[in-house]
């Protein structure tokens, strides 16, 4: 019984090293796709105290969090708190975490270059594509300034 009390210092959840002096939700919110907001969901849904620090976690909780955060929707939490609703390919509402989230994010962006869509031809040459001004920003290399004309 006292192994499972004992502090630890990196605590492994779902593939990523959590330092164990972080509070919980701060801890989660380090997996990337988890939020803060995502993060207290979760706690709250599996009646964790958010105060206390990831380092003094049971192993039976470190393997129930592993198991949700592998699978989020499996809560019940609301549709608006999963980070990829309306799957392109399945039309399910999912929650993505760590390498998986970086893959469909890329996949997405390669779809839309190779239909050729506004925001795809963006990507392709490199420029913004959520509608920023490029005048003035965003410029790469040696440009300094602009030369009026006189």
Known sequence: MAGETSFKYIVRIAGVDIDGDLKLPYGLASIKGIGYTTAMAVIRMLGLDPEKKVGFLTEEEIRRLDEVLRDITQL?????????????????????????????????????????????????????????????????GMTIGVRKKR
């Open 76 to 140: 019940g939490l609301p549709k608006w708190l999963y980070n990829r609703r309306k799957d392109y390919e399945t039309g399910k509402d999912l929650h993505l975490i760590g390498s998986e989230l970086i893959f469909y994010a890329r996949r997405d962006i390669e779809r839309e270059m190779k239909i050729g869509s506004w925001r795809g031809i963006r990507h392709k040459y490199g420029l913004k594509v959520r509608g920023q001004r490029t005048r003035t920003t965003g410029r790469l």
